[in-house]
């Protein structure tokens, strides 16, 4: 199926960030398209205008044409749309329709009316090619984010759509399921089907890209060929803000050695944790010094996240101990002094602005320092807008500014890269740098070894 668009333009309530500005493309039946670019640049915007999402649901004025197969996409009804294109989110939560993993993987070909049988097949069928068995008749509450991602992934797999559009699919994946993911898009292509991924994380689509298309300020400003884009090197990449085409391992020390005469720091002794029923964490130790940036890496499910959150006192620990500076400490101490970026920061923004969610719950907060973080994280500009109308990498960036304003000793940090570009990852790795200069205590989760080689000084594995 083929796609064009003619002379678009949109723009969101209240922001100018996503907008489009007057952008014309074409995509032939069967190609495999990569939108790259800045966070805001406008890449989830396309994908939500060829999905029916823009103007449906996301209500403003869009101009131009965009046209499936020479028909005009407002000429298809809402189903016919949904057959025809498949789409995984940045946010798979906010796609899900079902509790249970069975029954959200199967639910396109439900609402489609398919034979049962045929259900059924394709459930067994998804389960096999994806490797995703062991996700299989799981509380979609209880999964990780990475595998969240795999169902949404799976969700629109089943389907066998003749358009694929992914917004930032492998932002929570481990190396495994990045590996995995890359496998998958490659049976995609070589069946013949439209792929169009919006990702900042581009060195496993390198081998796969026919075309990029790189958007700056709501424009088409480079097309570049597939093979052009292989040859790239690191430097041309970064002054376009964008992350390498190649893999690069993180190469840090494991630091399992622990020290025995440990007197200043967070200590976490022997900690089992058990969360809703199930023990995520089994006699876990680990030793952070202030000044230092420790990476936690592992396998989607680990329970990265869940010791985290126990480090913060969000979840009681059931066996074993945490210390800071020697000293036993319980879950009150633990909140008071520690800070902790969530993978979903929609679950932590609550005021009606960005200079607002930076002074929620701070005492005397300072107008300038305020505005000193939102300009060091480049969010100045936004600092009226409202949290809800910026781009995905744009709120992990409120978040962290939140926690600059928070003064916090502990800070902890879940995937804070997962939405950003190159520019913005660097920022990030170098505010990061400059807490642990500061003394604080610094504690990030993260599957992205690109950001690790940047500032991670040692890790642990789950």
């Known amino acids: 199926m083929n796609i064009e668009f003619r002379n678009v333009s949109f723009s969101y309530p209240d922001t100018t960030a996503g907008t489009l500005q007057n952008i014309s493309f074409s995509i032939k039946k069967g190609e495999f398209i990569l939108l790259a670019g800045e966070s805001g640049c406008g890449k989830t915007t396309v994908t939500r205008i060829i999905n029916g999402l823009i103007p449906s649901f ?3 004025e869009i101009t131009g044409e965009v046209l499936l197969d020479g028909k005009n996409i407002s000429d298809y009804k809402s189903y016919e749309l949904s057959d025809m294109v498949g789409s995984v989110f940045q946010n798979p939560k906010t796609q899900f329709f079902n509790v249970d993993t069975d029954s959200e993987i199967t639910f396109g070909l439900e609402n489609a009316g398919e034979d049962r049988q045929i259900i059924n097949d394709t459930l067994e069928k998804v389960t096999s090619e994806l490797n995703i068995s062991n996700l299989r008749n799981r509380d979609i509450f209880k999964l990780s984010g990475g595998e969240k991602q795999k169902i949404a992934f799976a969700s629109a797999y089943a389907t066998d759509p003749e358009i694929f559009l992914l917004d930032e699919p492998s932002a929570n994946l481990d190396t495994a399921g990045i590996i995995g993911l890359k496998e998958c898009l490659g049976k995609i292509k070589k069946k013949g089907a439209t792929v169009i991924i919006a990702e900042h994380r581009l060195y496993y689509l390198s081998e796969l890209v026919d075309r990029v298309l790189y958007l700056k300020n709501g424009k088409i400003d ?7 884009f292989r040859k790239m090197n690191k430097d041309s990449l970064n002054a376009m803000n964008l992350r390498s085409n190649r893999y690069v391992k993180a190469d840090k020390a494991d630091n399992r ?29 680990m030793d952070f010094v202030p000044g ?18 126990s480090i913060c006192g969000l979840l009681p620990v059931t066996q074993g101990e945490i210390l800071i500076d020697g000293v036993k400490t319980n879950r009150k101490t633990l909140k008071q002094k520690s800070f902790m970026v969530m993978q979903d920061v929609n679950y932590q923004l609550f005021a009606d602005s960005v200079i607002n969610e930076c002074t929620f719950g701070v005492k005397k907060a300072a107008e300038l320092k305020v505005k000193e973080i939102l300009g060091e994280m480049g969010l100045l500009y936004y600092k009226d807008r409202h949290p809800n109308t910026l781009s995905g990498g744009q709120k992990q ?18 995937e804070p890269t997962s939405g950003l570009d190159y520019r913005n990852m660097i920022l990030c790795s170098d505010f990061l740098k400059n807490l642990a200069a500061k003394g604080k205590i610094i504690i990030v989760v993260t599957h992205d070894e690109e950001f690790m080689n940047c500032c991670c000084e040692s890790e642990y594995q789950l």
């Open 257 to 285: 050695d622990l020290s025995v005469d440990f007197k200043r720091g967070l200590r976490i002794k022997n900690i089992s944790v058990e969360y809703k029923d199930k023990k995520v964490l089994d006699n876990v130790n």
């Open 292 to 309: 230092k940036i420790y990476c936690i890496t592992g396998h989607n499910g680990a329970g990265k996240s869940t010791l985290l959150r």
């Open 58 to 60: 996301y209500g403003s």
């Open 222 to 228: 480079k097309v570049i060929d597939g093979d052009e």
């Open 397 to 414: 960036r409120l978040a962290i500014a939140v926690s600059l304003m928070m003064d916090k000793d502990i800070l902890l940090f879940d």
